[in-house]
């Protein structure tokens, strides 16, 4: 599987990528996928991340739409399985602990120079 990273470190995925990152099929997981597009309340920067080129036997063959990180997420909570509980966990533990770590910083003695 490739996680495409977009101009500032976005990460975005293909269709064929999501399936197999959260198993399933690719019904399920592509009318999951229009419930949030047309339903979301998504910012309009956080429904598509651009399109990835399909080559098949060295040939450009047509193109795939890429969705970003906010859509993943999303559909994350609407699908039933183990991988996309484990992610669900996953990224609330991220979420968790980034927040909670603040560095300090203390100035003792004399500031005045």
Known sequence: MQVVRKGKGEIAMTEE?????????WTKLNHRLQTIMKSSNLH?????????EV???GEAV?????YPLPIIISLS???DSMEAYLFRKYISRRL????????SIFLLGNTKN
Request: zero cysteines; glycine letters at 14%; aromatic letters at 10%.
């Open 77 to 79: 909570f609407l699908l």
């Open 55 to 57: 080559i098949k036997k």
């Open 96 to 103: 968790q602990t980034e927040t909670a770590i603040v560095p």
């Open 44 to 52: 309009p920067d956080e429904r598509g991340a651009g399109q990835k």
């Open 62 to 66: 047509g193109y795939s739409p890429l």
């Open 17 to 25: 990528e999501l399936v197999r990152f959260f198993g399933g099929t």
